[in-house]
T-cell receptor
Framework: DGGITQSPKYLFRKEGQNVTLSCEQN?????MYWYRQDPGQGLRLIYY???????QKGDIAEGYSVSREKKESFPLTVTSAQKNPTAFYLC??????????????????FGPGTRLTVL | QQQVKQSPQSLIVQKGGISIINCAYE??????FPWYQQFPGKGPALLIA?????SEKKEGRFTISFNKSAKQFSLHIMDSQPGDSATYFC??????????FGAGTRLFVKA
């Protein structure tokens, strides 16, 4: 089955620690995204990548870092510099390619999320 | 302007009723307007989407109405069911640019 997987589902972090959230997709999508969702809130973009080895800061990138060494993987590291990291983290992918029917290129497909709690 | 304004923040509807969620955008360059449905503890999933060349799109009980001149679009859920209780996000995007999401509407359908 094609899809996006995120691990772990739940993650606990002590203050001062860096943690890395995994995101893998086998949809052959070019673009990948990380969002943060706080209780009762919308989706805030942390980082996005439209192609391998390239990524851009989103609206709330401070305290986070990413890498995109492989098309199918886009891990997010929550560093100790992130002052309030407790949240639900969502990874998504989309395929803004030229060979895909236009109607399919803009849809974002989301993973199941990782809930990070700082102890 | 890149904002997408969504209302209401929360909505309670009786079973069998119509749920209506509204969104407004500012950037006329947007050309794709999806709605996502999110259940608690899960990731959002695409529900239905529309492009500005049509004024309405219907899929089962779900309909998007699009008003290009007013820069508004809305989701109508006909014959709302308790299983529709979820958070709904509208969004706007155009190819090559990031998607802008609304703040979300929490829908509760009473049995």
């Amino acid at each position: 089955d094609g899809g996006i997987t995120q691990s772990p589902k739940y993650l606990f972090r002590k203050e001062g620690q860096n943690v890395t959230l995994s995101c893998e997709q086998n949809l052959n999508h070019d673009a990948m995204y990380w969002y943060r969702q706080d209780p009762g809130q919308g989706l805030r973009l942390i980082y996005y990548s439209q192609i391998v080895n390239d990524f851009q800061k989103g609206d709330i990138a401070e305290g986070y870092s990413v890498s995109r060494e492989k098309k199918e993987s886009f891990p997010l590291t929550v560093t100790s510099a992130q002052k309030n990291p407790t949240a639900f983290y969502l990874c998504a992918s989309s395929r803004p390619g030229t060979m895909v029917p236009k109607r399919d290129t803009d849809t974002q497909y989301f993973g199941p999320g990782t809930r990070l709690t700082v102890l | 302007q890149q904002q997408v304004k969504q209302s209401p923040q929360s909505l309670i509807v009786q079973k069998g009723g119509i749920s209506i969620i509204n969104c407004a955008y500012e950037n006329t360059a947007f050309d794709y307007f999806p709605w996502y449905q999110q259940f608690p503890g899960k990731g959002p999933a695409l529900l239905i989407a529309i492009r500005p060349d049509v004024s309405e799109k219907k899929e089962g009980r779900f309909t998007i109405s699009f008003n290009k001149s007013a820069k508004q679009f809305s989701l109508h859920i006909m014959d709302s069911q308790p299983g529709d209780s979820a958070t709904y996000f509208c969004a706007a995007s155009r190819r090559g640019f990031k998607t802008i999401f609304g703040a979300g509407t929490r829908l509760f359908v009473k049995a």
